[in-house]
């Protein structure tokens, strides 16, 4: 399966519009790497614990490893805290579905389309309100992702879509549901 890149998000005018003035991008050129660190440490303490809140809310014991996991987190990550995280909450959650990010399947295409729309939030957001280049980035470093910013904000927020994945289990259920029960969540 191809790499997730929302591609139709080229088309929209982010750039060039009033919002993106010359001071934000200049502001943003300016941020240190131990900001951008300081920024990414905060993202993950804030995803591992949202995981670990849904743990909890499902009745899964192994939240409380998610929560020391998030106590443990250095500045950026450094012990990698997030990849050990992530390795025990997607087993948790998709043990019965066999997810594999390598396989068209229809819960990697519930996974895409949730993706594309948030990127379109986040990016929408991102440079309207603060933000002018989303191909700066906090962590994620993909040259060939022209939305590395809004792929590091979204982080915290991807358990919205763990949560309703793992309920209605798409691998199932997604021919029944709708585009429309996804946007609700937007």
């Given at each position: 399966?191809?790499?997730?890149?929302?591609?139709f998000l080229?088309?929209?005018?982010?750039?060039?519009?009033?919002?993106?003035?010359?001071?934000?991008?200049?502001?943003?050129?300016?941020?240190?790497?131990?900001?951008?660190?300081?920024?990414?440490?905060?993202?993950?303490?804030?995803?591992?614990?949202?995981?670990?809140?849904?743990?909890?809310?499902?009745?899964?014991?192994?939240?409380?490893?998610?929560?020391?996991?998030?106590?443990?987190?250095?500045?950026?990550?450094?012990?990698n805290r997030?990849?050990?995280?992530?390795?025990?909450?997607?087993?948790?959650?998709?043990?019965?579905?066999?997810?594999?990010?390598?396989?068209?399947?229809?819960?990697?295409?519930?996974?895409?389309?949730?993706?594309?729309?948030?990127?379109?939030?986040?990016?929408?957001?991102?440079?309207?309100?603060?933000?002018?280049?989303?191909?700066?980035?906090i962590s994620?470093?993909?040259?060939?992702?022209?939305?590395?910013?809004?792929?590091?904000?979204?982080?915290?927020?991807?358990?919205?879509?763990?949560?309703?994945?793992?309920?209605?289990?798409?691998?199932?259920?997604?021919?029944?549901?709708?585009?429309?029960?996804?946007?609700?969540?937007?």
């Amino acid at each position: 399966m191809k790499k997730i890149q929302p591609s139709f998000l080229n088309f929209l005018p982010f750039y060039g519009s009033h919002d993106c003035s010359k001071a934000k991008i200049k502001e943003q050129i300016s941020w240190t790497d131990f900001f951008k660190e300081s920024l990414w440490t905060i993202i993950v303490r804030e995803k591992i614990e949202n995981q670990m809140k849904l743990l909890k809310k499902l009745n899964k014991e192994e939240y409380k490893l998610l929560q020391e996991y998030s106590s443990q987190i250095e500045h950026n990550d450094s012990t990698n805290r997030e990849g050990h995280s992530a390795k025990v909450y997607f087993f948790l959650l998709y043990l019965e579905m066999i997810f594999s990010r390598n396989k068209e399947n229809s819960l990697n295409a519930f996974f895409k389309l949730w993706l594309s729309n948030s990127f379109i939030y986040f990016q929408q957001g991102n440079c309207s309100k603060w933000l002018s280049h989303s191909n700066w980035f906090i962590s994620q470093k993909n040259m060939f992702n022209y939305y590395n910013l809004s792929s590091d904000l979204m982080e915290p927020f991807r358990v919205i879509i763990d949560e309703l994945a793992y309920k209605e289990n798409p691998q199932k259920n997604l021919k029944k549901m709708k585009k429309r029960k996804l946007q609700k969540y937007f």
